[in-house]
């Protein structure tokens, strides 16, 4: 417990955020702030679907792992992925601490409530290219996002990029595959939003030195 909680005490769980098939997302109350707490859901996150995230990943191939014991490497790569971005200033949220099955990160939002999916706004040129900027940043830091939709960005005064625990080395074996996904789901986002882009444009842009 010490880990998670040797900066912020949790005082409680105010609401979930989000509910969904592998997670449960919460605001929480620490002292003044608030505060985001990530749920990891052990009895449905797939140990066959998220393996190869992992396998390929120089960063964690040393680290051995079983079917019971995945979910804590997991979570410890979702918080080295945030690190990283936090190095790299990429706009996401700032990793507080991880505890066997959950994640604790800075919250994105306001009193009222947490920050809108890109999906829920009203996207314009200057959000497109906060987003490829982001995704070039982020290449360079050698990482790749691997699940990156209007889904996984959120929006509070700009674009910020959530849900990195599949994110990988730009040196896995499927790293150029998750990467040509990525840039795909964004160009279609953006193309129906009426933005012109095309995905060897947003190609180019991110792999330029
Ligand atoms: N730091 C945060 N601050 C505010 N809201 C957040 C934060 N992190 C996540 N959320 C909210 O929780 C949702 C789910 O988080 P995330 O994308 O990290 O989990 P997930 O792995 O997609 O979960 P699942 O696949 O089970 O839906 C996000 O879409 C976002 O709305
Ligand atoms: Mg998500």
Known sequence: MKYVFSRYSI???????STGKESVVFRAV????FIAVKIFKMSTLKFMNI???IEGDQRFSKIRIDRNDIIPVWVRKEYTNLMALENAHVPAPKPIGFFKNILVMSYLGTKSGPAPQLK???VNE??????IDGMRRMYASRIVHADLSEYNMLYHRKVYFIDLAQAVDIDHPMAAEFL??????????????????NPD???EYIKKK
């Open 11 to 17: 005082d409680y769980l105010d609401f979930p955020i």
């Open 30 to 33: 620490s002292g003044k702030k």
């Open 51 to 53: 393996r190869k995230y």
């Open 120 to 122: 829920d706004v009203d």
């Open 126 to 131: 200057d959000i497109y290219t906060q987003v």
């Open 180 to 197: 040509e996904r990525d840039i795909l789901n964004v160009s279609t986002f953006f193309e129906k939003h009426g933005i012109d882009t």
């Open 201 to 203: 444009r947003i190609r």
